[in-house]
């Protein structure tokens, strides 16, 4: 079964610290992993995007790395600030050729929250 | 504001009440994803379409629910005899989609509904 698990499950760091979410997945075929960011009672909005060539990816104070061999991703967020505040989700790209259905597999997400 | 636009953002029903739901994806995108979301939990996919096919529907979507595309442009989704379990949050996504490319997925922010 295609799955995508997130750790932990929620996270709690203050404003200025640096923290690592982690990512396994099991889906296959594989296209490509994104990392969104959900802000309370908001649709999720793209971090990156990783391919399967792709070892590391940033966006500003976000960095993404992903290990095809052992299927794992991990989000780094260096010097978080309040508005990190969110729930950071894992998501895979189910499908490897120009057919794909375009299907996306969620983890259930890490909630961070950043305290002053 | 050139987004996904979803209306509306929250609705409370009674138990048995049909409710319909609309996604008007970024305008020049071909492919539309309705997801559900319930607390603490990723989205999970419930249908998408290319254009106006509806090409794909997921074993949640049960025969209470439909999903409609009918020019290929803003979508629908009903929900007939709501139950109690039908409360989530309901997100629309749109993309475009080519031979290829990388598709983006960009989500709306979501319809709450709330059964009673």
């Known amino acids: 079964k295609n799955q995508v698990e997130q750790s932990p499950q929620s996270l709690i760091i203050l404003e200025g610290k640096n923290c690592t979410l982690q990512c396994n997945y099991t889906v296959s075929p594989f296209s490509n992993l994104r990392w969104y960011k959900q802000d309370t009672g908001r649709g999720p909005v793209s971090l990156t995007i990783m391919t399967f060539s792709e070892n590391t990816k940033s966006n500003g104070r976000y960095t993404a790395t992903l290990d095809a061999d052992t299927k794992q991703s991990s989000l780094h967020i260096t010097a978080s600030q309040l508005s990190d505040s969110a729930s950071y989700i894992c998501?895979?790209?189910?499908?490897?050729?120009?057919?794909?259905?375009?299907?996306?597999?969620f983890g259930q997400g890490t909630t961070l929250q950043v305290k002053p | 504001d050139t987004g996904v636009s979803q209306d509306p953002r929250h609705k409370i029903t009674k138990r048995g009440q049909n409710v319909t739901f609309r996604c008007d994806p970024i305008?020049?995108?071909?492919?539309l994803y309705w997801y559900r979301q319930t607390l603490g939990q990723g989205p999970e996919f419930l249908t998408y379409f290319q254009n106006e096919a509806q090409l794909e529907k997921s074993r949640l979507l049960s025969d209470r629910f439909s999903a409609e595309r009918p020019k290929g442009s803003f979508s629908t989704l009903e929900i007939q005899r709501t139950e109690q379990g039908d409360s989530a949050m309901y997100l629309c996504a749109s993309s475009f989609h080519r031979l290829g490319g990388r598709e983006e997925q960009y989500f709306g922010p979501g319809t709450r509904l709330t059964v009673t």
């Open positions: 305008s020049e995108h071909n492919r």
């Open positions: 998501v895979v790209f189910e499908g490897g050729g120009s057919g794909n259905t375009g299907k996306l597999i």
